[in-house]
């Protein structure tokens, strides 16, 4: 069949929208109707050619969510009109990685996935003159129909609307998913917040969610601060108006002192900036004896990350999370059902909405932090 999707031809280029060729779903497949995606920082990075990893031409977008329109043999679990959030971590709960309980990092069709192609392979999209376009993170979302395997498609209830749920397919699972997954927030914690973007927000209305006493959110931009409160941050800091010779670390230290503890430190912190030296001051301003600091942020190629190791020996901990440690076909649609419960928020970070033909603008928003979530609507 034919389908419109904004091509990415080239690294550093403007998406170009156009009819492409999609092949019928092969064994174990699904093709899908996508309804809407968010666009991702993860997108950016992959289209600026910062990503080591980018493969072009290829179709982008890893925040989707649509209806099924055709199963190919085998698929057993989703049937045409089921609605679906696709997984760029599938979940196949046969692997190693699965079978083992300890890690969302499925396996199954990791090789393929990282190559741009479907299991077997192949890609499903091809130029109208056949020249062959890549799937990105096995989910291509900025295509108005991708095909995907079936483990990676998270099947969804059909009165959650799309053009808001799509963002669970990255931001808001990544977000909440790290406090409650991969680093278990106790109800009373003191907590912080590193960058206060489209994951940093959904960190904040995650440890809400926990009880989380206190929610401090470090970002540049004091325009983050009133973004914070509006999800639960408690306390705000930017580095940047910090009293001469106070760093962000003994500033964080400071504020979580009590008569009690004479120590200070917070018991939990998130990087969600991919800045390598915000990551080392989100260890360190974690509690001797039992902090732990998450990575989220995803740094530019070659970065590495330092500490004194009697930062550990003194018992933190620091960890990293991808797609918020869920198991996507588990964890989603339980997602899903939290939002049409009002337990969790999306529809005030959706600040803006396109149609396919204004993609490019989505990425201009959110280079000039404008937006928190642009969603495309097809
Ligand atoms: N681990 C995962 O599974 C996963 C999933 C999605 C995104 N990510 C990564 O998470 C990161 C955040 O994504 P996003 O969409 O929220 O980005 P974003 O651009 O919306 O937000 C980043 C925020 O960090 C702030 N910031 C930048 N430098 C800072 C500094 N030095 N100190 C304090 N604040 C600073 C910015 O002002 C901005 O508010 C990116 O690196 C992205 O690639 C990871
Ligand atoms: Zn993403
Ligand atoms: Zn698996």
């Not at 890893?62 to 043999?73: Q, R």
């Not at 698929?75 to 959030?85: A, M, N, R, S, Y």
């Not at 192949?122 to 295509?143: E, K, N, W």
């Not at 970070?349 to 937006?371: C, Q, V, W, Y």
């Amino acid at each position: 069949m034919r389908t419109r999707a904004a091509v990415a031809v080239a690294a550093g280029k403007p998406l170009e929208i156009m009819e492409v060729n999609l092949d019928d779903p092969k064994e174990g497949e699904v093709l899908i109707e996508i309804k809407a995606t968010g666009i991702c920082h993860t997108d950016e990075f992959t289209l600026s050619g910062a990503d080591p990893e980018g493969i072009f031409p290829s179709i982008l977008g890893h925040e989707g969510a649509g209806v099924v329109v055709k199963c190919g043999p085998g698929v057993k679990t989703l049937k045409p009109g089921d609605h679906v959030i696709p997984l760029y971590t599938p979940e196949c709960r046969e692997c190693p990685s699965c079978l083992s309980r300890k890690t969302n990092l499925c396996t199954a069709i990791r090789a393929t996935q990282g190559q741009g192609l479907m299991p077997d392979g192949t890609t499903r999209f091809s130029m109208l003159d056949g020249t062959p376009i890549y799937h990105y993170m096995g989910c291509s979302t900025f295509a108005q129909h991708t095909v995907l395997p079936e483990i990676a498609l998270a099947k969804v209830r059909e009165d959650a609307p799309f053009d808001k749920i799509c963002y669970i397919g990255c931001g808001v699972t990544t977000g909440v998913g790290a406090v409650l997954n991969t680093a278990n927030v106790e109800a009373g914690a003191k907590a912080v917040v590193f960058g206060l973007g489209g994951i940093g927000l959904n960190v904040i209305q995650g440890l809400k969610l926990a009880g989380a006493d206190m929610i401090i959110g470090v970002d540049l931009n004091d325009d983050k601060k009133e973004w914070g409160e509006r999800f639960g941050m408690t306390h705000f800091i930017n580095p940047k108006s910090l009293p001469e010779g106070t760093s962000v670390v003994q500033a964080i230290v400071d504020m979580t002192k009590t008569p009690f503890d004479k120590i200070g430190g917070a018991d939990y912190s998130f990087d969600c900036t991919g800045n390598v030296k915000v990551m080392r001051d989100a260890l360190e301003c974690t509690h001797r004896g039992w902090g732990q600091s998450i990575i989220i942020g995803v740094a530019p190629a070659g970065a590495v990350i330092e500490t004194r190791p009697f930062q550990l020996v003194t018992g933190r901990v620091w960890k990293g999370t991808a797609f918020g440690g869920a198991r996507g076909r588990t964890d989603v649609p339980k997602i899903v059902d939290w939002y049409m419960d009002g337990k969790i928020e999306i529809d005030p970070m959706i600040t803006h909405i396109l149609p396919l033909e204004r993609i490019n603008e989505g990425f201009d928003l959110m280079h000039a932090g404008k937006s928190i979530r642009a969603v495309v609507v097809f």
